[in-house]
């Protein structure tokens, strides 16, 4: 057995997606095939995860090879925002660089101060996790200031026609933005252990860690998350500023022409 | 003339009374496929009021918005005074022509909060800034979301009188506005113009531009059809 559940258990728990098709066979969702291409995907997915995890961290091989996988993961995030957001210019870039920062400060803190030891087996879960979810908070965030710039275009317009620069006269804005996305993380973080036990931290109880270590670990994951959407957003917000505006303190909205 | 003394960025003209405060040279503005001004060639006396007549879609708002450089033209040349707009620092630019909108834009907070955003933070300057569009002092704290329309528009004026324009460019400041609110306004420009602030005044209103203005400018789908 190489994990608490053996491979029959994870067949018996494809049971669980029949479930999930029956009932939606029942009330007439029409989701059946939706929920078994998703189950059977992530199946898929998930089994390429483990082998590609289980090369690179076999002992031997280079840590170079699992922050490769690390930029890999970067640019892919930075893609799928691309392409969930596709009108605003130069996304791609500006969330890559927002995760690498992200990265940077969040992984630098935890290896720095030795809070896990840098090996494969660290760094590209840890990252994975960091990516995974400032890509959630980065494509909410972005949607937030569009619609925030949008919606409070004349305000924006008003406060640089009283020659406020864009940086003062984005702020209020992009504060307000910044709060929309950050929100429900924080509610998230307050209720963690109240209303929903995370699925690392159940994880761990399962693979036989004693309760102490697994809430240890997963406070670690839980601020790690929590710093790197705060970092992630900061730099999105910082980034949609210099291409939402011309060098000449002029609103630039894609896709918006109305004058 | 040297690339680095093209671009250098040029102090404010000096207002001189009787030459043009804006001329447009053969503006045109595009967006994406729609030509929205075509060729304008317009000289903006340096005194009175210049009202701009013309039916929604013909470019007025834009031509407005060219004036301080929220928009700048894709091709052809705005100037203030004989300097080309793209010269000047944009930020001075700004304090220099004071804009009025079609709404009233006041921002989230108290009216003197909306005062404050101009930079100037002195409660007195404050006080008679309101009193000259007719607001007195009480509405300083007052929830800028608690004011009428009319309210609204006058302490927006404020909020632009502040920053001591020297030209004023106003975007049919009085379209959301009831008969009285609209007259008020229309007599505080009148006395904002014989105090020696010219102003660009777009509106549609025929009847405004008989009351008001000292020219005439009749814009028609993008362009100048007539100057009286």
């Known amino acids: 057995m190489s994990g608490p559940v053996e491979l029959l258990g994870v067949a018996a728990s494809g049971l669980l997606v029949l479930v999930a098709v029956a009932v939606s066979w029942w009330v007439g969702l029409g989701l059946g095939r939706d929920l078994i291409e998703a189950s059977l995907r992530a199946l898929v997915q998930l089994a390429l995860l483990g082998l590609i995890l289980a090369a690179m961290i076999a002992p031997g091989q280079p840590l170079a090879l699992s922050w490769l996988w690390v930029a890999v993961m970067v640019l892919f995030a930075g893609w799928t925002v691309h392409r969930r957001i596709p009108d605003v210019p130069r996304l791609w870039l500006l969330s890559m660089a927002a995760f690498a920062a992200s990265a940077a400060v969040t992984l630098g803190v935890l290896f720095g101060a030795g809070v896990f030891p840098v090996e494969g087996r660290t760094v590209v879960p840890l990252a994975g996790l960091m990516i995974g979810n400032s890509m959630t908070a980065t494509v909410l965030v972005t949607r937030r200031i569009m619609a925030e710039f949008k919606d409070k275009r004349l305000e924006i317009e008003a406060r640089l026609a009283l020659g406020q620069p864009s940086s003062q006269a984005a702020a209020p804005y992009l504060r307000e933005a910044l709060r929309t996305a950050l929100i429900p993380q924080i509610e998230t973080t307050k209720a963690v252990g109240i209303v929903f036990l995370p699925g690392m931290m159940v994880g761990l109880l399962l693979a036989g860690v004693t309760p102490v270590g697994a809430v240890q670990a997963q406070v670690v994951i839980m601020y790690l998350v929590l710093g790197s959407v705060a970092v992630t957003t900061s730099v999105i917000a910082l980034g949609m500023r210099r291409i939402l505006f011309t060098s000449a303190h002029q609103l630039h909205l894609p896709n918006d022409e109305a004058r | ?228």
């Not at chain 2, 909306?114 to 007052?142: I, K, M, Y």
């Not at chain 2, 008989?210 to 009286?228: K, M, P, S």
């Open chain 2, 1 to 228: 003339m040297s690339v680095r003394a093209a671009t250098m960025i040029r102090p404010l003209p000096t207002p001189e009374p009787d030459g043009a405060v804006f001329s447009f040279d053969r503006v045109s503005v595009r967006f994406g496929q729609s030509e929205v001004l075509h060729d304008v060639d317009l000289e903006v006396a340096g005194s009175g009021i210049t009202a701009v007549l013309g039916s929604s879609g013909s470019g007025k708002s834009t031509l407005t918005r060219l004036c301080n450089r929220l928009l700048d033209a894709t091709s052809g040349t705005v100037r203030l005074r004989g300097t080309d707009v793209r010269e000047l620092d944009v930020l001075q630019l700004r304090h220099t022509v004071g804009m009025v909108f079609q709404r009233p834009t006041l921002f989230d907070g108290s009216v003197g909060d909306n005062l404050a955003a101009t930079g100037v933070t002195d409660r007195d300057a404050h006080r008679e800034v309101l009193g000259s569009v007719g607001l007195d002092a009480d509405f300083l704290p007052r929830d800028s979301a608690t004011l009428s329309g009319g309210e609204a528009q006058r302490a927006c004026l404020a909020r632009t009188l502040l920053m001591r324009p020297r030209v004023l460019v106003a975007d049919e400041p009085t379209a959301s506005l009831d008969e009285a609110a609209a007259r008020t306004l229309e007599g505080l420009a009148r006395r904002l113009a014989d105090d020696g602030v010219p102003i660009l005044w777009v509106t549609h209103d025929l009847a405004q531009v008989e009351r008001i203005a000292d020219r005439r400018v009749t814009l028609e789908a993008g362009r100048v059809v007539a100057v009286a």
